[in-house]
Antibody, heavy 118, light 108 residues
C-alpha cells in the first residue's frame, strides 16, 4: 500500500523559507510525478508544482520565482522549499502522486497545515 | 492556463436523488486528461474518476464521469449519506495543472 507523509514546521515567520518533506512508502520514488498541492483555509486546491522521476521540475507560474523542489532517491523522499513567504501562503500543504498515464492524483498525503505568522 | 469552472457552486439534494455536477474548461482539455475528486472536511481529496470517465479502484459504480473537450460531467446516480462532500475537477491536458473551485454537495 502506497503511503505519503508530509513533515515540516507548522509555523513559519513572514519573509522566511517554508521547508516541507514528503516521505513515500510502498513504492519507489523513481517512477511517477510527485506534486505539492496546497489549500488555503476554506478555499480550493492550488497546484504548487511537481518533480518527476528524472529530477525535472515544473512549477506553477504564479509561484515559480519562490519554489524549489528536490528528489532524494536514497530516502524515497521529495521536498518543497517556498521562499519569502507571506500570510497568503498559509495553507494545508499536500504531497501527492500523479500517474503519468491520464495525469491524475491517485495517492495523497494527509496534509500538513503551515501558518505564516510572526 | 486552462480555467475550470464548476457549477453549481452548491447543490442541495436528498439522499437517493441523482446529482449532476458540471466542469467547464476555458479551452479544450487534450487527451481527456480530466479527473474528479471528493473531499470531506479535514481529509485529503480522494480520486473518483480519471480520464474523464474511468472509475478509480474501489469507487462505487453509482459514480460516473462523461464528457470531452470543454464540457465534463460527474454524475452520482443515487446519493448515499456519505456522498455529501465537496467535489473538484482537475486537468492536465496542458500545463499548469489546474483545479476547479469545487461544488459543495449538501443534504437538503
Amino acid at each position: 500500500q502506497v503511503q505519503l507523509q508530509e513533515s515540516g514546521p507548522g509555523l513559519v515567520k513572514p519573509s522566511e523559507t517554508l521547508p516541507l518533506t514528503c516521505t513515500v512508502s510502498g513504492d519507489s520514488i523513481t517512477n511517477y510525478y510527485w506534486s505539492w498541492i496546497r489549500q488555503s483555509p476554506g478555499k480550493g486546491l492550488e497546484w504548487v508544482g511537481h518533480i518527476i522521476y528524472n529530477g525535472n521540475t515544473y512549477y506553477n507560474p504564479s509561484l515559480m520565482s519562490r519554489v524549489t523542489m528536490l528528489l532524494d532517491t536514497s530516502k524515497n523522499q521529495f521536498s518543497l522549499k517556498l521562499s519569502s513567504v507571506t500570510a497568503a501562503d498559509t495553507a494545508v500543504y499536500y504531497c501527492a502522486r500523479m500517474r503519468s498515464t491520464w495525469y491524475h492524483y491517485d495517492y495523497w498525503g494527509q496534509g500538513t497545515l503551515v501558518t505564516v505568522s510572526s | 492556463e486552462i480555467v475550470l469552472t464548476q457549477s453549481p457552486g452548491t447543490l442541495s439534494l436528498y439522499p437517493g436523488e441523482r446529482a449532476t455536477l458540471s466542469c467547464r474548461a476555458s479551452q479544450g482539455v487534450s487527451g481527456s486528461y480530466l479527473a474528479w475528486y471528493q473531499q470531506k472536511p479535514g481529509q485529503a481529496p480522494r480520486l473518483l474518476i480519471y480520464g474523464a470517465s474511468k472509475r478509480a479502484t474501489g469507487i462505487p459504480d453509482r459514480f460516473s464521469g462523461s464528457g470531452s473537450g470543454t464540457d465534463f460531467t460527474l454524475t452520482i446516480s443515487r446519493l448515499e449519506p456519505e456522498d455529501f462532500a465537496v467535489y473538484y475537477c482537475q486537468q492536465f491536458g496542458s500545463s499548469p495543472v489546474t483545479f476547479g473551485h469545487g461544488t459543495r454537495l449538501e443534504i437538503k
